[in-house]
């Protein structure tokens, strides 16, 4: 049986043939004398799903959190789309905006009902109506599995629900790319399929995907490449293939080892 993936060329063709959406080059981050990310250089393509796995304390989540600025950095670029991410003001505002985020904890509204929590974003930001919000929204909730929720509120929905519909609002914006940053590790396993599954379709479906993540099957399934990290650094980006059967670093074997024959 053919992979689903055959559509999606080898990583590092060409840039996979595909053009370079979020560029980061030298990009260096301290907390106090803590050096977190350590000359941080890659670049992610259009349409690709990158997944960055390693170690607790690698600096996975402080690069994802980068990419839109949440976490600040003291040296390098960061480029999306081609524009250099902005310190602060209106341009980062906007800038967020083409730039999803998916949190561990879901960070929805608690005083809003579902669809008001998915439909909020369009209407402030992007300007759209009421109405398109709306229709744009019921969709998105349609497609995440929860739109016979859109009028409960966020404490009334399991946690896999709840992660759904903050990828339905994060879809909404339109986004030229999703940051997911650790999806499901608030989740119990039994919720976290159904937000997987959700995932995965997005891959297939082209969404340019920048995934933090301890879900290797993830990983295995539905990345383009995978970005194994440890104190600081990248220390691997390769197939996923390449890096669960043939990891090269001391680091990602350990790692590997301690994982999989769990």
């Known amino acids: ?26 990009v260096n981050k301290h907390y106090g004398d803590l050096h977190v990310l350590k000359n941080i250089s890659t670049t992610i393509n259009r349409g690709e799903v990158v997944v960055v796995i390693g170690p607790s304390g690698s600096g996975k989540s ?20 081609g524009k250099e991410l902005p310190k602060e003001g209106r341009g980062l505002a906007k800038l967020r905006a083409d730039v999803g985020m ?29 109405a398109d919000a709306k229709k ?3 969709d998105l909730l349609q497609r995440v599995g929860v739109a016979n929720q859109a009028n ?7 946690g896999g629900q709840q992660q759904r519909v903050a990828i339905a609002r994060a879809l909404a ?12 590790s608030a989740l119990d396993p039994e919720m976290i399929n159904e937000v997987l599954d959700v995932m995965v379709q ?47 670093s001391e680091r ?3 790692f590997l080892s301690k994982i999989l024959t769990h």
């Open 152 to 158: 409960k509120s966020p404490a009334q929905l399991s």
């Open 102 to 130: 998916v949190f561990q904890s879901f960070n929805l509204f608690a005083h809003k009902t579902i669809l008001e929590n998915v439909t909020l974003g369009p209407i402030k930001v992007r300007k759209q109506s009421p």
């Open 252 to 254: 990602a074997k350990d």
């Open 1 to 26: 049986m053919e992979p689903s993936h055959t559509a999606h060329p080898a990583p590092g063709t060409a840039a996979a043939g595909r053009e370079p959406l979020v560029v980061v080059k030298n």
């Open 173 to 184: 914006m339109d986004p030229k790319v999703i940051l997911l940053d650790e999806p499901t």
């Open 202 to 248: 997005l891959a297939h479906d082209g969404m340019t995907m920048v995934v933090v993540t301890h879900e290797m099957g993830f990983a295995r399934k539905a990345a383009d490449r995978v970005l194994f990290m440890a104190d600081g650094e990248i220390l691997e980006d390769s197939t996923p293939a390449e890096f669960f059967d043939n990891p090269k």
């Open 136 to 138: 744009r929204a019921m």
């Open 62 to 81: 402080t690069f994802c959190r980068a990419l839109n600025r949440l976490e600040t950095i003291d040296d390098g670029t960061i480029l999306i789309d």
